[in-house]
RNA sequence: GGCGGGUUAGCUCAGUUGGUUAGAGCAGAGGAAUCAUAAUCCUUUUGUCCGGGGUUCAAAUCCCUGACCCGCUACCA
């Protein structure tokens, strides 16, 4: 290999051992892998990594409560993941796991390195330690003074860790991503993190006590500590491929992508960069951060009668039709929805009637007339130069798609080659040839093997999707071809003329039968009309007031917010239930003025943490223009009751969010508080504000 | 509330630096053909390019504004 050899390095986030395979791994890994593969027959070299991450306390509690050793735990949960790729036909290069002994050599070298430059200092720590969570919180992070997550009381512990400068970063980072356009993409996702970028960065405690977390990589110079997990996790794109080089002789380092989901971006884009420009590090290439699987359960359950697992699909439909569903329906970066009916619906327009159907015509034609077997061809006349054409610019396009992350464009123009092909046949119809018996013998043998070299090449770029269905497809045409995971198509294939004559054509073949029932739904042509994947009648609108839980409460207490000027901390009595709400009501009312009234509160409101103390509901209060806030009145109504609008229905949603609330807008009209002209009523009376008409409630 | 993005055919989306009759796939309608997986091929739709202003010889494209949606973020409660 020559220096001017293309290489190729790719990764996967390293996924956390505990967690099961579910479609969001999947995507990502099927992603890499299918960006490999195309890289593969683009001709270069490639290097596909993935694995698991497997310190943490959880793996530990997981492991005793199982009653073996962490390590043993992992094994064993490791190889789900194995075996899920595996079945996925991934065929990544290295599967990596933090407990590889080379890679905890590898991060206790960075960490010496670390500290060594001086870039890690120790420091006195002062937080709020849960013991439950067994991790600190900041202040800002307590809700209640309470553990955010278990709601278990904290405790101020003082302690020494270690830290990293990351902050002395923050100025290059920004610089730095706005310099390169493309490293962080898409690139509403870079414009986040230089939006995060643009606030105070801290530095970064990368430590754990090992009083308190045994289970991770030993710090060399602090013995008693260990790694943080993600420090740990993050070093196995670099520890996998320390020292290794491509054929070319380039080191495999740096990775030309980081595949991840947008909720890992800040450490990737902000934790590892500045810990690699500590060390001198090349950066990586790219920072990708593809979108989410939507599911629209309510559908689904409507149209099936059961919400449908989308890992159970390429059980149902098929590997590598799961495979090209993903890859097709999802614009990288974007989210997109799941449903079994768009992967039925893509299977069959796509997959049976084009790729599959022209495949089995050109079969049976050379079966019937040449006894499956083709031999070359001189002339070309000018539909096979079309032909020829398309193929050209089939290759060319799918591979500059390809590169430009465009996959599900890179599919379509492979499938305008195969639809190019269906419609020579049609131009053509060698099956009038096939009835002249020997007299057009010669003709039929030259259209097919048109056809057949134009399927070959456009099965050969629809490889890196479907690497299996179109090994199949290739064998079928005589393609010599001996695995699923060797012989891939090289880049030479995707040349018009390698066709190999040496082997008869299979027979027979269907490889995509369609589907023409999805669990007893019709799944075929619907003379009611509606498509496939637009099959479920809309949902009626749901009126969103009806949504909103209303109940009078009294203030019993009232304080400043510790930690907010305009912010309030109510005590409320709800019944027989207390519980704590934030007002932004500081500039308006006087602390006097609230204690002991009776207000209206979002009942139902999902919890917020606001500057540290959690607000559980919400109080009603019109908003003038003049920007004067005052709580609406329950006259006469006591605590506890509930509030409703008049002739509206009522069916509270649990944990309402703030921007479903603000969907029912309520106004003042003639004192009364009304949503959409409907008085709100208590069961003792109307609810009352002091405000003009047409002032907004909130 | 702040910042950013979006709104194009029934559905999912393309539309480069403003330039002629605004496109693709799927779905629908009509027709041809019969080698093939009731597959294929041809033809075909009246799209207020979200609304309203403006700049220009010319705007889906640029500017302003309004509505709705989404992402991040916040002393939104």
Known sequence: MSDTQKTFYITTPIYYVNDAPHIGHSYTTILADVLTRFHKLAGEDTFFLTGTDEHGQKVQQAADKAGVSPKEHCDVYAKRFQDAWRDLNIGFDKFIRTTDPEHIAYVQGIFQQLWDRGQIYEKEYEGWYSVGE?????????VNGMDPISGRPVEKVREKNYFFKMSAYQDWLLKYIEEKPDFILPDFRRNEVLGFLRQPLNDLCVSRPKSRLAWGITLPFATDYVAYVWVDALFNYRSAVDGKVFSGGAPVWPADYHLLG???LTTHAVYWTTMLKALDMPQPKHILAHGWWMFDNARMSKTTGNVVNPMSMKEKYGVDVFRYFLIREMVVGQDASFSEEALVQRMNSDLANDVGNGLSRILKLAATGLESRLTPVASVGEEAAALRKAAGEAVAGALEKVKALKLSFAIEDTLQLIRAVN???EVKAPWKLAKEGEAGKGKLNTVLYHAAEALRIGFSLLHPVMPSKMGEALAALGVEYSGVLGAEPSITSLQWG???FSRPLGQGVNLFPRVENISGHAAGKSKAGGTLTDG??????????SLVHLKVARIENVEDHPN?????VLQLRIGEEARTVCAGLKKHVGKEALLGQDVVMVYNLKPANLRGVESRGMILAAESEGGKVLPVSPEGAASGDDVKATDTPFAPKADLTLKEFEKSPLT???????????PLQSPRGPIRAQAADGTAVR
């Open 134 to 142: 067994e991790r600190f919180f900041t202040e800002k992070e307590l």
């Open 262 to 264: 947008k909720d890992i």
């Open 498 to 500: 390698k066709f190999g």
């Open 668 to 678: 003042v009209k003639s004192g009364l508080v009304c949503y959409r002209d409907r």
């Open 564 to 568: 907010a000027d305009s912010l309030y």
């Open 536 to 545: 479920a009648a809309p949902s009626a609108p749901v009126d969103p007031f």
């Open 423 to 425: 419609r020579y046949l």
